[in-house]
């Protein structure tokens, strides 16, 4: 239930659904300075979430820094997230793909000994596809040794992630720390919470969004899709609040 709950949850609190529901009210209430009111917050708030320059300095802020690791490690954990399903039941790679680049260097560079894949199936109604056993497939394609490869294909969040992959670390009796990789956006969150369960972790962050260039006229022009862009950031915000608080 807790599970079902928080994805409606983080589904709902993004700047989309706050402008929908602004623009509700004011067509509901029969008050007419609240309905003004509720109209001009509404507009405000389109605005500011459809601000490039506002996203870009936020993404800057809150995306881990880059990390450049020396020696050598017993183990890269990498978050899935990077391979969707198709409706064949078979994956392939989506956006977020830096991430399984990054683990798979880490392992062909000798930089790690094995490599976990982190992921099951997030989906309220999940199927038989597991993210986890299909990178593995992949991973194999790249000459990555089978004995290599530890797959964890269980988890549903990041909680998850780090219960179950703790489970297998201590198993294979992999010393720490480990280098966890996962997006730049999601590391602030998973570090918490893989270290509020007792793993070693160093941060090994890939995948950067909306990075900060410098500012252009572009920057300055409210546009409709940043709306989207925000969707991750208030997902990691509220996850990570939620993540300190439990």
Request: net charge positive; hydrophobic share 45%; aromatic share 14%.
């Amino acid at each position: 239930m807790y599970f079902v709950f928080s994805k409606v949850l983080l589904f709902l609190i993004t700047p989309f659904w706050w402008i929908c529901f602004l623009l509700i009210m004011a067509l509901f209430s029969k008050r007419p300075k609240l309905k003004k009111r509720l109209f001009i917050t509404s507009l405000a708030v389109f605005l500011i979430f459809s601000s490039p320059l506002l996203l870009r300095l936020f993404a800057r802020c809150w995306n881990y820094p880059p990390n450049y690791v020396n020696g050598k490690y017993s183990c890269a954990i990498v978050l899935g997230g990077f391979a969707s399903e198709k409706s064949d039941g078979s994956g392939y790679f989506n956006p977020a793909c830096d991430r399984f680049i990054e683990g798979t260097e880490l392992k062909t560079t000798g930089t790690v000994s094995h490599i976990l894949i982190s992921s099951g199936n997030s989906g309220l109604r999940p199927d038989g596809f597991r993210e986890a056993d299909w990178v593995k497939k992949e991973l194999l394609k790249f000459n990555v040794p089978d004995t290599a490869i530890l797959i964890e294909h269980g988890s549903r969040n990041t909680f998850e992630n780090a219960e179950f992959s703790k489970k297998i670390l201590t198993i294979k009796h992999l010393s720490p720390p480990y280098l966890l990789v996962t997006g730049a956006f999601h590391m602030r969150r998973a570090m918490h919470i893989f270290k509020k369960a007792g793993i070693p972790v160093i941060p090994y962050p890939s995948e950067y969004s909306a990075v900060y260039d410098g500012l252009s006229i572009g920057d300055l022009i409210p546009q409709p899709e940043i709306l989207s862009g925000w969707n991750i950031y208030t997902k990691e915000v509220i996850g990570y609040i939620v993540s300190v608080l439990k």
